[in-house]
């Protein structure tokens, strides 16, 4: 059984900022009815931090998850590069800059890592998530359900992870 982790960041309070972690409020209560479920995790923050690659220990598969001003409609996917960016010294980090530390914590490669950002629009303070947001993270919902109900679809969405 593939052990997925689901990591949704934004700030609830910011309009469609709320996305990442809406999603993973979302996938969280499905997962009490999906036996096959079992062994993967969820979590939410306000942002990424270096503490964060401690979370993705014991883990085959990471998803991050996020509202994006410059994503495709209603959402982009791709794969995730461990590399030192100009976030990599900050307290809110890029996905690739958390997988870059996890690398230098633990000597080894990061499990396979995945960016499914969701498009949005409206992040004023206080703001509710947009109906085009709520309309983009149903769809978005779907691919996740679908990737963890299978993990393996992976590869059909982006092509092998790995070259033997």
Sequence with gaps: MSRVLVLGWGNPSRGDDALGPELVRRLEALATDRPGWRGHGFLTDFQLQPEHALDLEERDLLLFADAAVSASVPYSFSRLQAERDGTFTSHAMSPSAVLAVYRQVFGREPPDAYLLA??????????????????????ALALAVELLDAPDVVHRLVGPTRVA
Excluded: D, H, N
Aim: glycine content about 10%.
């Design 118 to 139: 969701i498009r949005g629009e409206a992040f004023e303070l206080g703001a509710p998530m947009s109906a085009a947001a709520k309309r983009r993270l149903e769809a």
